[in-house]
């Protein structure tokens, strides 16, 4: 159950790393300019968390019956997490702008490959964050497949620019992706580290109640942006 489990996810988080930026770059090459949108598209699938959340709540109910325990906590997540779980959402959200920001003038395949380079920065938080261990081979292969990622990103220059996007824009949207590979970084290991300061036993439904309060915080973060942008108005214009 728990293997089926694991590998049902895998395969969710693969169609999404690919899809995502793809269907991104789809709306930008097809007249799309609200980059708050597409930051805020980017979480707003989350209510889809309430079906597994209710699931676990009704297994959890008939267990406790079967048991002749009366209460079942409809939340287990506790105070301390859900506080860490909006400040990760939050930045969370910023990161979705920055990679929406890159992907507005940066082709798919120069923006994955700078995202490559989050394995590097990743290594290092994690070390310093959450005391990663490494043995010289995993130090090997971390420098030579972000060397890699990044010499290949870097050698795109212009020849990979879209033909509307100017050069002062592409080193923008280089510069700001490289920004979100580093944010997600530190994202990583700053929610391995909550686990770890929790006093409560990391659970699935406790996994799915963090994701589902990020997600949410994310999202309230990009709806912001959209307000202050006047993203609703527009939208609706070309709608019509």
């Not at 395949?109 to 995202?115: A, D």
């Not at 130090?139 to 972000?146: F, G, P, R, S």
């Not at 406790?206 to 994701?211: A, S």
Request: charged fraction near 15%; include cysteine.
């Amino acid at each position: 159950m728990k293997n089926g489990l694991l590998v049902l996810i895998c395969m969710i988080l693969a169609i999404g790393t690919c899809g995502g930026p793809l269907l991104t770059r789809l709306y930008y090459n097809n007249g799309g300019e609200r980059i708050w949108f597409m930051s805020f598209i980017s979480t707003a699938g989350c209510p889809v968390i309430f079906i597994p959340l209710v699931l676990s709540f009704l297994r959890r109910r008939n267990r406790n019956n079967s048991e002749n325990i009366e209460k079942t906590e409809i939340v287990l997540m506790e105070t301390p997490m859900f506080m860490a779980s909006i400040v990760i959402g939050l930045l969370i959200g910023l990161d979705n702008y920055c990679f929406a920001y890159g992907l507005a003038y940066l082709p798919v395949s120069t923006t994955s490959l700078i995202v490559g380079t989050q394995l590097g920065f990743n290594a290092i938080f994690s070390f310093f964050m959450v005391k990663q261990t490494f043995t010289p081979f995993s130090i090997n292969a971390v420098v030579l497949l972000t060397a890699g990622t990044g010499i290949l990103a870097l050698r795109g220059g212009d020849g990979d620019r879209p033909a509307d996007v100017s050069h002062k824009e592409y080193v923008v949207g280089f510069l700001v992706t490289l920004t979100a590979a580093v944010l997600y970084a530190f994202i990583l290991p700053f929610v391995e580290l909550t686990y770890k300061k929790v006093r409560q036993e990391i659970t699935f439904t406790l996994v799915l109640e963090m994701q589902l309060v990020m997600c949410l915080a994310a999202s309230c973060f990009c709806i912001f942006g959209m307000l202050v942008e006047g993203d609703f108005k527009l939208l609706l214009i070309s709608l019509e």
